[in-house]
């Protein structure tokens, strides 16, 4: 398998997510690894994942779980056991590409073109905004065909960047 993006659980502990392409289907997966006298040893995998294969797909929330985006889901990851805890099923036939811990404890996620925010409560998402911050009425509707979420970071005065695979960043206050 091809290792796209790497996360460490703990100085001793990490996952990946991979792919293996093969000429009927593309296949992702996490993979776990502990580091044993100085080499990666895979411990677990879970494979035939419909996620997301890029780095900002995933977000620490805990000691325990790790959230992991993918088609009209997001996973609990449990980090004790290396199994999927639980998925949250999104209303939009999108995926959840792009997820951040804000400062204040909710859970933001670029889903294609909206920004969805969730707050995390005993390890489960509510739903609390749905922001569709993409289509301006200035624009054309061909100059937002490629606005689609790939990070988001929140800087130290609390506003949201948002950036996009077409290259364009736009900031959103939290006030």
Known sequence: MEVDSVFEINDKEFFSISVKETSEEMNMALLFYKIKNGKFKNI???????????????????????????????????LITYSINKIYELDKNVYAQSLY??????????AACDLLIFKIKDNNLELIMDLKIIKNENEDEDENEDEVISSIKEDLNKNVIISFYNGKIKVLSKK
């Open 44 to 78: 677990k995998i879970i494979d035939k994942m419909d996620i997301c294969t890029f780095s900002s797909n995933s977000v620490k929330i805990n000691e325990k779980y790790f959230l992991v985006g993918g088609k009209k889901k997001i996973y609990f990851i449990d």
């Open 101 to 110: 811990l804000l400062n204040d404890g909710n859970l933001i996620v670029g």
